[in-house]
Nanobody, 121 residues
Framework: QVQLVESGGGLVQAGGALRLSCLAS????????MGWYRQAPGKQRELVAS???????NYADSVKDRFTISRDNAKNTVYLQLNSLKPEDTAVYYC???????????????WGQGTQVTVSS
């Protein structure tokens, strides 16, 4: 089995910062792309940022220059540094990873349970 466990969410004032972490554990051979998505009430889940195993990153336009994604391949962990937070960043943030569990096996998509980020004005 594979588990993704997020941590680091919370309540912060506008302009503040948070750091989210997501640890992938279990039967893992390799991890390809890791990313963060978010879902606000009444809205669809959207990509926030992603990072490949080689370190290439991709960001939603709404978070560029404010959020930074990084990963530690040795620890199977992905991070999201959220700076200059705005009330519109309020959402449940989900970790996502494309994982290959065994050599020559298929790559599958896994999700964490989500962590709430609330930004007050």
């Amino acid at each position: 089995q594979v588990q993704l466990v997020e941590s680091g969410g919370g309540l912060v004032q506008a302009g503040g910062a948070l750091r989210l972490s997501c640890l992938a554990s279990g039967s893992i051979f390799s991890i390809n792309t890791m990313g963060w998505y978010r879902q606000a009430p009444g809205k669809q889940r959207e990509l926030v940022a992603s990072i490949t195993s080689g370190g290439s990153t991709n960001y939603a336009d709404s978070v560029k220059d404010r959020f930074t994604i990084s990963r530690d391949n040795a620890k199977n962990t992905v991070y999201l540094q959220l700076n200059s937070l705005k009330p519109e960043d309020t959402a449940v943030y989900y970790c996502n990873a494309v994982i290959q569990r065994v050599r020559y096996g298929s790559r599958n998509n896994y999700w964490g349970q989500g962590t709430q980020v609330t930004v007050s004005s």
